[in-house]
């Protein structure tokens, strides 16, 4: 089962578990946050107008971070000019943790465990 949201002007396919950077939210590590669906498939694919009633996508965002420097940089040859601008998107790490569609249909995250420190390698 996947779903296609719609969040910061952009559309996003996703699935159950999936890991995905979209423009900045205001919410903090740790909250949890749901988004419109347009497009929901699974036993049968329901086409929203523009939402698909009923049907939500919810995510457990993993972090608040920033995009690669974008340099522009302009000039005017022969006329002395030349401009340089940097800019860095901040954007918002989201992990999808449920589908829930029409008639009950739910695709949820498997369960993940914390990782174990690794073992500390043997003296010889």
Do not use: C, W
Not at 19 to 46: D, Q, S
């Amino acid at each position: 089962m996947f779903a296609v949201i719609k969040t910061g002007g952009k559309q996003y396919r996703v699935a159950a578990d999936d890991v995905i950077t979209i423009e900045k939210l205001e919410a903090a590590a740790g909250e949890t946050v749901t988004f419109p669906v347009l497009l929901l498939t699974g036993a049968a694919t329901h086409v929203g107008a523009p939402v698909v009633e009923g049907a939500s996508v919810t995510g457990e965002v993993v972090e608040q971070t920033r995009g690669e420097k974008v340099i522009a940089f302009k000039k005017r040859r022969r006329q002395n000019s030349r401009r340089k601008r940097g800019h860095r998107q901040e954007l918002t790490v989201v992990r999808i943790t449920e589908i829930s569609g029409l008639n009950g249909e739910v695709a949820k995250a498997t369960v993940r465990a914390p990782r174990a420190a690794a073992p500390a390698a043997a003296e010889a």
